[in-house]
């Protein structure tokens, strides 16, 4: 077989190219995270390269899924339907670049579409269902499955199919099942057809399946190392696939002949009638992949491609747990050193290698390379009975043993931040700091923020930001909010506990032995535990991929009498940076396990420990900025779900509830979103009118309260809901900080 090679690069979005659509000859759509279709026709100066014809701007979220309605008397040039996680499902007239038609009903992300022969557009969605739309509005709406449908196949012969995250596909006709295709070990991600075959499976569970449309398990295709996203045909019997392992694999046979490497994950493959194949990537470029000589591009930008991807694994190279392109060069080199034996780690070519300084001859000693053990550098360890941020195994070359190096980052910012003290004090503790270890150049991390009132970390001699000659605005005592609260304690030994309780249930109960974990999964359990406890090793210390998918497996088996634990361990496994990222990753790979766990837990018959347990989970989410589109989004669902929940409440429930609602304050003042403030706002007055909540709920709802009228957009709508009252309750509390608050939102209604 002909090697493919490069041969087109499309630029234009400005961030993942999440989809592809071949439209007949006309060209090809693209869709992406940057919120845009983009539609390339060929180039009529040469037919080999392809140029942006048209962007498509609507959907107010990524896109995702797109399907081709060729041209007809209502669409000369032809239509494109588009699916975004704005739950919405567009039509859109091509030689127009307008929406024909918006179809609304999903609750969840669209990940698949389908237009039948009749031309009716088959959607499937996050929210488990499947819907069939005629002329903009929903016809058919069933469950599909249990929980998401993550895609949708329409063969030309009139089988329909989906694939779900129960890790099955299922075969329909009108509203019913006639068979359920099981083999796949996780999420079923993407469905396409194999002509005179069948049909093809790509998984989350790394491999490619071809299948008979009996049912009938054909072909295994097992070499990607990661989750399989996409999955295509061509008629010349070869198949293409994308992955989160950044490659693109050709297969023949079941037998994988190419693997092109991607600088960034690939969302999506498809087949040119020519054979050529079409790759979306997390970089923001769609790719053109051909075996023809003709199509090949340059020499020059094949080289650059080279380069690019040279650099993409360059700067995702670690040595001893630290970014490699995160190092100083061997310029840093000429600086010289502080003090005798002081260490530095500087990047030489593809390896890190460590220096000491030696203050006699005033030189920099080289002690070798750092090099990579089972677990890369041990992080937040003790070495000759000194904790350091680092400890690295370093070969020091000769045949000589690895040695042990220990290094810290600077200290004072994390000291500062430990201590915990008011600004009124960090002068003279920074002073201090500075005459005392003769850092008279001393320059304070910018990024530091003081995690009680967001502000920045105090810098003598600069004046206070108060003392700017403006005339003083209003002095309020408690208001409005800045920053996130959280739930950090956590009784990490109960909690793992009564995990190996309900584990050995589940060992012990024939019919649901197959949910329970492995002894080396449980082992996993307390060694992410020891990574958890550590926070002041936080900005160093890692989880692994595997980790977040050992939490998942057990949120979405276990049966809800048994998930409370297990919710608790998520509460705090969002408040590590790298936990927090792990489960946004997880999500945006079409698998909200986020979701589905609150779903779970706020449905009826409601189970208090699990309630409580995803409402502080879901609190935590706040302290880490990258989830905060996620709590955006299902802000409406979560508060009118918990709402609808108060009966079961305990005082603890109640205390969480209202820590949420203040968290959601901030956020939505932060992004100026007036219907969100307005139901947070009525949700809050319900717990600060209610005499029954003890004193810090109430509290935390009038600061809700009182911030969402000062620096938000419903001042006039609390003042229609009778805020004043509630104000005047508040003053005459027993509780000084009650009162107080309560004379805060008064002063607001004069």
Request: charged share 20%; with cysteine; aromatic share 8%.
């Amino acid at each position: 077989m002909a090697e493919y090679r490069l041969g087109l690069q499309l630029h234009g979005h400005t961030d993942d190219v999440r989809g592809i659509c071949v439209c007949g000859d006309a060209g090809i759509a693209t869709s992406s995270r940057d919120r845009t279709v983009k539609f390339w026709t060929r180039n009529p100066e040469k037919e080999s390269e392809y140029v942006l014809s048209k962007t498509l701007a609507g959907h107010s979220s990524f896109v995702g899924p797109l399907a081709w309605i060729p041209p007809s008397d209502r669409f000369p040039e032809g239509g494109i339907v588009s699916g975004g996680m704005d739950t919405f499902v567009f039509l859109w007239d091509l030689q127009k670049g307008e929406v024909a038609e918006t179809m609304k009903g999903h609750s969840s992300q669209v990940t698949g579409l389908a237009v039948d022969t009749n031309g009716d557009i088959i959607s499937s969605s996050m929210d488990c269902t499947v819907r069939r739309w005629r002329n903009g509005n929903a016809i058919e709406v069933w469950e599909a499955h249990k929980v998401a449908v993550q895609t949708v196949l329409k063969l030309p012969t009139g089988e329909l199919f989906t694939g779900s995250s129960d890790s099955t596909i299922k075969l329909w006709k009108g509203r019913t099942c006639l068979q359920t295709f099981s083999g796949h070990a996780d999420t079923v991600r993407f469905l396409a057809s194999m002509p005179g075959l069948g049909i093809l499976s790509a998984s989350h569970d790394s491999t490619v399946k071809l299948w008979a449309l009996s049912g009938q398990p054909l072909l295994d295709m097992i070499g990607h190392s990661s989750l399989v996203y996409s999955v295509d045909a061509h008629s010349s019997g070869l198949i293409a696939s994308g992955s989160e392992d950044r490659s693109l694999k050709i297969w023949k046979d079941g037998v994988c002949v190419q693997s092109i490497e991607h600088p960034g994950c690939i969302w999506d493959a498809k087949f040119l009638g020519n054979g050529d194949i079409v790759t979306a990537c997390s970089d923001g470029t769609t790719r053109i992949w051909t075996a023809d000589s003709n199509r090949f591009c340059s020499d020059e930008e094949i080289a650059a491609y080279t380069d690019l991807i040279s650099q993409y694994t360059l700067s995702r190279k670690t040595v001893g747990g630290l970014k490699l392109m995160d190092l100083p060069g061997v310029e840093a080199l000429q600086v010289p050193g502080n003090s005798d034996g002081q260490t530095l780690i500087v990047r030489e070519g593809d390896n890190g290698v460590a220096y000491s300084w030696n203050s006699a001859e005033l030189k920099w000693d080289k002690i070798g390379e750092v090099v990579d053990g089972p677990g890369e550098a041990a992080q937040g360890q003790v070495h000759d009975g000194v904790r350091y941020d680092f400890v690295f195994n370093v070969d020091i070359g000769d045949g000589e043993p690895i040695r042990k190096l220990p290094y810290n980052r600077s200290v004072a910012d994390k000291w500062l931040l430990k201590e915990n003290l008011p600004l009124t004090y960090r002068q003279q503790v920074v002073e201090f700091i500075l005459q005392n270890s003769g850092q008279n150049n001393f320059v304070p991390d910018p990024s530091f923020r003081d995690p009680y009132t967001g502000a920045n970390a105090y810098v003598p001699g600069q004046p206070s930001s108060s003392s700017n000659g403006n005339t003083p605005e209003p002095i309020f005592k408690h208001i409005p909010k800045s920053g996130m609260l959280s739930f950090e304690t956590a009784q990490f030994d109960g909690i793992l506990k009564k995990v190996a309780e309900f584990n050995s249930k589940l060992s012990s109960d024939s019919e649901q032995k197959q949910l329970s974990l492995s002894e080396t999964e449980m082992s996993r359990l307390p060694a992410i535990v020891n990574v958890l406890k550590e926070t002041s090793f936080y900005h160093t210390s890692k989880l692994a991929d595997a980790d977040m998918t050992l939490l998942v497996k057990i949120l979405k088996s276990w049966p809800p009498q048994m998930m409370f634990p297990v919710i608790d361990f998520l509460r705090m496994f969002v408040l590590h940076p790298d936990g927090a990222s792990l489960l946004l990753k997880t999500i945006e790979t079409g698998n909200d396990i986020l979701l589905e766990t609150f779903r779970k837990a706020v449905a009826s018959p409601v189970q208090p420990a699990n309630l409580l347990t995803v409402l502080k989970a879901v609190t935590n989410l706040f302290g880490n900025s990258c989830l905060h589109q996620w709590l955006r989004t299902h802000c409406a669902e979560i508060i009118d779900s918990v709402s609808n929940c108060k009966s079961s409440f305990s005082k603890n429930a109640h205390l969480a509830y209202a820590t949420l609602l203040l968290n959601y304050a901030v956020l939505s003042i932060e992004s100026k979103e007036e219907q969100s403030q307005a139901q947070i706002l009525s949700a809050a007055l319900e717990i600060a009118e209610d005499d029954t909540q003890d004193f810090d709920s109430k509290y935390r709802a009038l600061v809700a309260i009182g911030s969402l009228m000062l620096k938000g957009l419903v001042k006039s709508l609390a003042l229609d809901l009778d805020v004043k009252s509630v104000a005047s309750s508040a003053k005459s509390s027993m509780d000084q900080k009650i009162a107080e608050v309560g004379g805060d939102i008064e002063s607001l209604t004069r």
